[in-house]
Every structure is written in C-alpha cells, then in structure tokens.
C-alpha cells in the first residue's frame, strides 16, 4: 500500500435557486436527510462552523464522524473524515452564475491508502445528492 496516494474528482449541478437558499440548506444539518438519501440523521456537537464534530448516520446504520475544517457563508464548506491513516476532504461550494442562479460543486479529495477506492465510493452519490437538493430548495422556496 502507498500512504502517499492520493485522489480527486468533482461533480456539479446549476441550481435555479440563490447562494442564501442554497446556504440556508446546508447550514441546516437536521433537515440533511430531507434532500440526501444518504443521511438517516446527523448530530451536530456545536454550531455549524469551523472546528465543529458532526456524526452523520448512514441508511444501513453506519455511523461517520467528521470535522467541519471550513465554512465560509454563503460560499463554501469543507468537512474531513479520517478512516484509518486516510484523511478524506469533501467541500462543498457555490458558485452564483446570475441573479437567481448557482453552479453547487461537490469536490472530494482523498490522501491515504486506498485513495481512489474510497474516493469514488464517496462520490458515487453527489448527482443525486445534487438532484435532491435543487429539488428541496426549490420547493423550499414555491413553499
């Protein structure tokens, strides 16, 4: 195995939806689950900000722990998950393309051993991921 591995890639989805609807989602960790299949629920261990622990509960029961290392309003968050000696980064950021519209990139970035692997499990779901919260801010928005 080579600890020096590492591995990266990025999805994105243009959202009909403005940069303070889109934030207001992500900053809203309890109602994750209403937009991401992937989440059963979360516990966050503090406010949504830098230097918070969050433990997010998978369909099938897992549990992962992860550090926000970075948020920035309206722009971007990026959360760390560590498995074994592998340090994976995930951020999450907007881009505002005109007044009522963003481009939402997920990007992960993975170091370890077992990089691409474990990478391209994490990505697997960023489009429907995508797909469940433009449709969550967009009804957010008509509700």
Known sequence: MNDAASWSRSYHRDIAATAQAIWRAWADPANWKRWNEGVRSIRMEGDFG????????????????????EVADERRFVDETRIGETVVHVEHHIERLNGEACRVVY?????????????????????????????????????
């Open 50 to 69: 830098a230097g918070t622990w969050f433990a997010m509960e998978l369909p099938d029961g897992e549990i992962i722990r992860s550090l926000l290392v």
């Open 107 to 143: 990007a992960v970035e993975v170091h370890g051993s077992d990089a691409r692997e474990i990478g391209e499990a994490v990505r697997a779901d960023f489009p429907a991921v995508l797909a469940g919260l433009n449709r969550y801010v967009g009804e957010s928005a008509a509700g």
